[in-house]
């Protein structure tokens, strides 16, 4: 059957909107009403105005479209996708930590279970964790989790200091810095473009380092024609779609090995993303009370953004 004249029809029966994060399959993003960065897409389901939110992307962003809209049906097309950044920090844990440092000021990264985000003050994305960080008063010492790396470089952006969550993300931890340096060497008119859940040797090789969002901005109004892109390969094919002149080299090498697409991302299929619209499952829920204390540092964030 016709996948994408399937889902578009399932849209207007169910006055639906799909969003979609960069890192979806070309097809997913293709069907979507809004592609964004975790930011973008968290703003974009406070604010609809559709009954029916389907989230193209993994649990955490289905979840913060969730907690911002309990009213309304929000469908994942696998509840399987997950994040290791959100997966390796449990909220037990994640308390047991907290509670070392009583006095710290809890940032959470937005890759996190409503849980966790419930124990926190404020949540971050990669686009605006340096943004908010500078907000907090300089006497307040500050705990970040669950992402080390974008911890780090917050830290060295702010000149703030703050106890990190030892996280990381599966995919971007495994660029590696003499690939990299190959890969530049072979590229020599090209810039390096990173997002800053990549480790500090890889960040310190590239020329522009920022969210999906903000890589694929820089991508458009950069002179550069060539870029080594050093996140999930999904973003290329936005950067092909607003700059079609322009190469695009994936970090690493398109070699056969599919490491840098994210293996919770790709998860969800055309096939997945009709079928959860046409059985309206699977679905987000939340019990009110966890729903209401992970709404408040996640509010807090959107006003600071
Ligand atoms: P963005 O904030 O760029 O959307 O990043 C989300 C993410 O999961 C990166 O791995
Ligand atoms: Fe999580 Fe990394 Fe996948 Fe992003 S790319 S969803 S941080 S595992």
Redesign the pocket.
């Given at each position: 059957m016709d996948l994408e004249a399937g889902i578009q029809q399932l849209k207007k029966d169910l006055n639906a909107v799909i969003l979609a994060?960069?890192?979806q399959e070309s097809e997913i993003q293709d069907v979507a009403d809004f592609v964004?960065?975790?930011?973008?897409?968290a703003q974009q389901a406070e604010k609809t105005k559709a009954d029916v939110i389907v989230f193209c992307?993994?649990h955490f962003?289905a979840e913060t479209a969730k907690i911002l809209n309990p009213g309304k049906l929000v469908l994942l097309p696998d509840l399987a996708a997950g994040?290791s950044?959100s997966d390796r920090c449990p909220p037990g844990p994640f308390k047991a930590f907290k509670d070392k440092h009583p006095d710290h000021f809890v940032v959470t990264y937005?890759?996190s279970s409503a849980a966790v985000k419930a124990l926190s003050d404020v949540i971050v994305?990669?686009?605006n964790a340096v943004k908010i960080v500078d907000r907090i008063p300089k006497d307040r010492k500050i705990l970040f989790a669950p992402d080390q790396h974008l911890g780090r470089y917050v830290m060295k952006q702010t000149g703030r200091d703050m106890v990190l969550w030892p996280g990381a993300?599966m995919?971007?931890e495994i660029f590696s810095e003499k690939r990299l340096v190959q890969l530049k060497v072979e590229h020599p008119d090209a810039d390096v473009i990173a997002?800053p859940?990549c480790e500090a040797p890889v960040l310190a090789l590239a020329d522009y380092i920022?969210?999906?969002?903000?890589?694929l901005e820089y991508t458009q109004s950069s002179a550069k024609q060539k870029f080594i892109v050093v996140?999930?390969a999904g973003i290329i094919h936005q950067m092909q779609l607003k700059s079609p002149g322009k190469t695009f080299v994936p970090a690493p090498p398109d070699n056969g090995c599919a490491c840098n697409e994210?293996p919770h991302?790709r998860l969800n299929t055309m096939e997945k993303l009709y079928r959860c619209m046409k059985d309206k499952t699977p679905n987000l829920d939340l019990a009110p009370p966890l729903r209401e204390a992970a709404y408040a540092p996640l509010k807090r964030m959107l006003e600071w953004s």
């Open positions: 994060h960069y890192y964004g960065d975790s930011l973008a897409l992307g993994v962003m994040c950044l937005v890759n994305t990669s686009s993300c995919v971007h997002h859940e920022g969210s999906t969002k903000q890589l996140t999930e994210c991302m």
